[in-house]
């Protein structure tokens, strides 16, 4: 097993890719840690690791705010006695921010903050863990709209989402320059559209599915198992020269 005898947080784990990310490190032998700020989504998933005869830990918390995220990181390492891997895939887009009713600018700031400012503050209070167990792998979620501009409805140029994950892709290259002197490496995936709740208000729209599957030059949206999958490389020690690394699974996306 890839993971045998490693200790992983990941964040937004109830779902999409965190959840898939969970799943699969618990198959190749880590213990996991899974956190979400939904309390159903979040013990479903732990259980079911439980279950298959995995061990994993269940955790409620919103990764911008502070004391959440350090009690995190803190809970994880009081239970499994140290951490090797963080996956920072907590994350929302402008369609599922905030209610329906908010204004421009509260969607703007809680992208911000879940996005970049949560990836920061758990990848903060990890540090101190895996520099004192000899070093850990931390993966970020960026996204394709890390590389490239967005292309969608009027006024999307305003939009938070792609510059929360430029940032987080900036930021994956600062910490790994940083980080890589206690032998931590610090990478983020870029994926393609891939079938999560993030783009499940495009979803019920065939027009614009259509639209988006014609951007993937694979010719169909990716899966949250493609995405953990990647992450599962970085993770493991098959990966140990690979830092500050943006690695894109995107369908051949941006390709063109």
């Known amino acids: ?45 732990s259980n079911e690791i439980i279950e298959c005869g995995g061990e994993s830990l269940a955790l409620t918390g919103d990764v911008s705010i502070s004391d959440d995220a350090k009690r995190m990181v803190e809970v994880t390492v009081e239970r499994f006695g140290r951490l090797d891997i963080l ?19 509260d969607i703007w700031d809680r992208v911000m903050e879940v996005n970049l400012k949560g990836t920061y503050q758990v990848s903060k209070y990890a540090l101190p863990y895996m520099s004192a167990g ?5 993966i970020n979620l960026a996204s394709i709209m890390s590389l490239v501009g967005y292309q969608g409805a ?17 930021f994956t290259r600062n910490l790994a320059i940083e980080a890589a002197k206690e032998k931590i490496r610090v990478n983020c995936l870029c994926p393609g559209y891939v079938e999560t709740s993030l783009i499940e208000g495009m979803m019920s729209d065939k027009d614009v599915m259509r639209e988006l599957v014609s951007r993937h030059p694979i010719g169909r949206l990716g899966k949250p198992e493609e995405i953990a999958y ?12 690979v830092t500050g690394a943006p690695l894109v699974v995107d369908g051949g996306y941006t390709a063109q």
């Open 230 to 241: 990647a992450a599962l490389y970085l993770a493991s020690d098959e990966s140990t020269f």
């Open 1 to 45: 097993m890839r993971l045998s005898g490693k200790v992983a947080l990941v964040t937004g784990g109830g779902s999409g890719i965190g959840r898939a990310c969970a799943s699969l490190f618990a198959y190749h032998g880590a213990q996991v840690s899974i956190s979400d700020f939904q309390c159903d989504a979040v013990f479903e998933i």
């Open 87 to 105: 996956v920072n895939s907590a994350g929302v887009s402008a369609r599922n921010a905030l209610g329906n009713e908010a204004i421009e600018e």
């Open 134 to 138: 000899g070093g850990g792998s931390i």
């Open 154 to 170: 009027a006024g999307s140029g305003l939009g938070p989402y792609p510059p929360s994950k430029g940032g987080v892709l900036q």
